[in-house]
Each structure stands twice: as C-alpha cells, then as structure tokens.
C-alpha cells in the first residue's frame, strides 16, 4: 500500500539545478575557485550554507573569511539566484512530472515536497503547481540537511503516513541517501552510477511512469 510520494523541487520537478549551477559558478569564480558541473554535482540536495563550505574548501579557502564575509557570499549567491528564478512560469515543469502527479492524484495518493531549498514555495508557485501539494516541508525548520533522513521524515509526518509506505523521489546522491535512511522506497532520476543506492533508476523525468513505479514498489 502507497500512501504517499514525496518529491524533490530541483533537479525533479524542474530543473532549477541548472540555475544554483549557474549562480554559485559566478560566485566560486569571484573567489578565484576552480567550479565545474562535476564538482556541481556534490552541491546538490545540499543546503546553502554547506554548499558555500564545499566550495571554500575546494579552494582551500574556508579558514580566508569571517562568518560575515561567508553570509554576504551566500546571499550573495541567492540574490543571483533569486534573479534567474523569476523566469520560471508552469513551462519550466520538467516532461513527464505533470502526468505523473496526475496519476497520483488520481489514485487518491497524498503529495508532499521535501526541499532543501528556502525559496522551494516561490518555486512551486511560479510553477503553478502549489496547490498539487498536499504538504511541504519548510526548509528553515529541518535541523539536518539531506543526506539526513528528517527532511523526508518530517514531510510523512505532515502528511500523517508511515514512511514505509512513501515513495520518495531525488535527483541527487544526498538526497537517495535521506530517503533510504528515512525508510521509503527511493526512485532517482540522472546518472546511475552515483544514484546506484536508489531502489530504481531513470535517467530522465520523463521515464518516470506511475504503474512502473508501483509495481516495482509492491516487488
Ligand atoms: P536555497 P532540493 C536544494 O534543493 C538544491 O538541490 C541545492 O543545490 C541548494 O543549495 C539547496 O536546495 C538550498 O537552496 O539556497 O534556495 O535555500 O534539491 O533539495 O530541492
Ligand atoms: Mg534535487
């Protein structure tokens, strides 16, 4: 029995991946940092304040800055990106996710949104897609970040369901990580060779079929 599926924003509904990517880039450069989508990959699922760590420490630069100097980069960071998110209108939903909550709707399944990311509902709503949600979790209000499970555990809460009986949907290594440790059956979406903890695989939102997943759930 399925109660729920809980999802990931970036990188799974939409790829906003793309603009953190683009934002934090322009700021490891400021900084004189090496930054390349490789090194991307490792930020994703990964709060701000840690990301901006991983990136001082790749250039062996965290001891350089004051705890001030690092919040004006971070905000600085999110003031890019709150700049290239104003774009995002319900096209940018990524193939194959609208028919997928669809599907769920249909079968009477609760949704719910487990975001490390603290501009998730502005997200959502520019998406046009807040209203699919049945509960989202507030980023500010998780203590642990993902790999952590308690982001994904406090959306099954919310939604007042057994995490056995969630199946929860990443797009990042950290992320699988979360949902294994939190109990749910973990679908995740890109490259199987850093996503190989997940239970299954895709490469792309749109091979993302309901009847597939359940079945492989119910396995
Ligand atoms: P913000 P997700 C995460 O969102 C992103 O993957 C990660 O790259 C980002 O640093 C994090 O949110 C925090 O985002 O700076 O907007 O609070 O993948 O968990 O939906
Ligand atoms: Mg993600």
Redesign the pocket.
């Known amino acids: 029995k399925i109660d729920a599926f809980i999802f990931?924003?970036?990188?799974?509904i939409t790829d906003?991946?793309e603009y953190?990517y683009l934002a934090?880039k322009a700021l490891a450069e400021e900084l004189d940092i090496p930054f390349d989508r490789a090194f991307n990959e490792q930020?994703?699922?990964?709060?701000?304040t840690?990301?901006l760590e991983l990136i001082l420490e790749r250039g062996n630069k965290q001891q350089d800055y004051s705890d001030v100097q690092k919040e004006q980069f971070?905000s600085k960071?999110?003031e890019h990106?709150v700049t290239l998110i104003e774009q995002i209108s319900p096209q940018d939903i990524l193939p194959g996710i609208k028919e997928l909550i669809d599907d769920i709707k249909k079968e009477g399944i609760a949704i719910g949104l487990?975001?490390?990311?603290?501009?998730?509902l502005s997200v959502l709503e520019s998406l046009g897609l807040r209203e699919s949600f049945d509960t989202i979790v507030d980023?500010g209000k998780v203590a642990q970040g993902?790999p952590h499970p308690e982001?994904f555990l406090t959306a099954a809460e919310q939604l007042h369901v057994d995490p056995a009986h969630c199946i929860g949907v990443?797009?990042?290594a950290s992320?699988v990580t979360a949902i294994k440790g939190a109990g749910m059956f973990a679908v995740a979406v890109g490259d199987g060779s850093i996503l190989s903890h997940a239970d299954y695989i895709v490469h792309s939102t749109d091979q993302l079929d309901f009847q597939t997943i359940i079945r492989l759930y119910k396995e």
């Open positions: 990931d924003l970036d990188g799974v906003t991946a953190h934090w930020l994703k699922g990964v709060s701000r840690d990301s971070a960071k999110n990106y487990a975001s490390a990311s603290k501009n998730a980023a993902k982001i990443e797009d990042a992320g």
